[in-house]
């Protein structure tokens, strides 16, 4: 669409910005409550949480703790929760068994959550990342990620996480085929109304710095995850990998991180049309706490801004960690 503009005086512009409510009347796009899926990291033990130095206002919380924080984001309104485990190094292992263990802290948070809060959508990570012993998103066999075999290993993973009561299923590892294989297993098991949101256009991100200590998985890796996240200057790639997912069952799709990504979330939204989502990622947040805690930016106003943004280029959430504080003030 070619804007018409009229020629000055008979347009002019500033006409429309003259006041808060003109301005309120006459705007696109907004952000509201509804667009939040809240990321939160939970560990071991009862009544305990510790906080994450490089995300500053980020939790590890126990269980009991996860689900006292679902009822509070779902009594913000908030939709939707996404699960992070932080485990234990005595759990990881080569064959990431602890991955598909019913009782692995990530399905016991699942539970929990649904018992206090039912009303809130519970998303989990499917990755093997939290359980492998070289902090790899597959199995790493005589140094190669291998791809089928990993992707038997997360079609069990998702499966337990459906079964606790999962209600959207985030693969966030990047294999090849691993949303046909997870989705035919669902239906298989009579988990027909269990979501998919396929983290589709995953770069390979120095933005993850962050989420890696608060998962403890920095450590653990070796090595660098380019062979399965893509690379950061590609565009086309992402709609390649949109389009196959949807095509193997996803019912909504992620670009990951956000604010350096907003012009592949506007394309995939144009060319797909389907439920998109941004993931502003931990270094996203890192950076706008840093400076803010400096004084050197309006901490509220940049989060509000930046979030904005997501909607602006076509996404219709996001999943940030500012989701709470977000939630408030926008409430206010
Ligand atoms: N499967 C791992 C996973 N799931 C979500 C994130 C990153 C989230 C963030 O940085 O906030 C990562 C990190 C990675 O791929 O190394």
């Not at 692995?104 to 009303?119: G, H, M, T, V």
């Not at 801004?305 to 500012?322: H, M, Q, V």
Request: glycine content about 8%; aromatic content about 6%.
């Amino acid at each position: 669409m070619k804007p018409t503009v009229a020629p000055f005086p008979s347009s002019r512009l500033r006409r429309t910005r003259q006041s808060s409510a003109i301005r309120a009347l006459v705007r696109s796009n907004s952000l509201s409550v509804d667009d939040l899926i809240w990321p939160v990291f939970v560990r071991d033990g009862k009544d305990t949480e510790e906080p994450v130095p490089s995300m500053p206002g980020v939790m590890r919380r126990s269980v009991d703790l996860i689900a006292k924080a679902a009822r509070e984001a779902a009594d913000l309104g908030i939709p939707a929760i996404c699960l992070f485990p932080y485990t234990d190094t005595s759990l990881k292992t080569e064959d990431c068994a602890e991955a598909w263990n019913p009782d692995n802290l990530c399905n016991r948070a699942i539970r929990a959550i649904k018992d206090a809060a039912p009303e809130i959508a519970v998303m989990t990570d499917v990755a093997l990342d939290p359980y492998n012993i070289n902090g790899h998103d597959g199995y790493v066999v005589d140094g190669e990620i291998v791809n089928d075999a990993t992707v038997e290993a997360l079609v069990k993973m998702a499966l337990t996480q459906a079964e606790s009561g999962a209600d959207i299923i985030g693969p966030s590892d990047m294999m090849d085929g691993r949303i046909g294989a997870i989705r035919k297993a669902l239906e298989q098991d009579g988990h027909h109304n269990v979501m998919i949101l396929s983290y589709a256009a995953k770069y390979a991100s120095s933005f993850y710095g962050p989420f890696r200590d608060a998962v403890g998985a920095s450590g653990a890796l070796s090595g660098d995850k380019n062979t399965y996240q893509m690379d950061p200057g590609n565009s086309d790639e992402a709609m390649r990998l949109i389009e196959r997912d949807l095509a193997e069952g996803a019912d909504m799709v992620m670009v990951k991180p956000g604010m350096p990504y907003l012009d592949i979330c506007r394309r995939a939204k144009e060319t797909f049309g389907v439920p998109t989502f941004a993931y502003q990622v931990s270094g996203e947040y890192a950076m706008l706490q840093a400076a803010a805690q400096n004084g050197w930016l309006d901490g509220e106003k940049v989060m509000l801004e930046s979030l904005l943004g997501f909607k602006r280029a076509g996404c219709d959430g996001i999943l940030t960690y500012f989701a709470p504080e977000a939630a408030r003030l926008l409430a206010a």
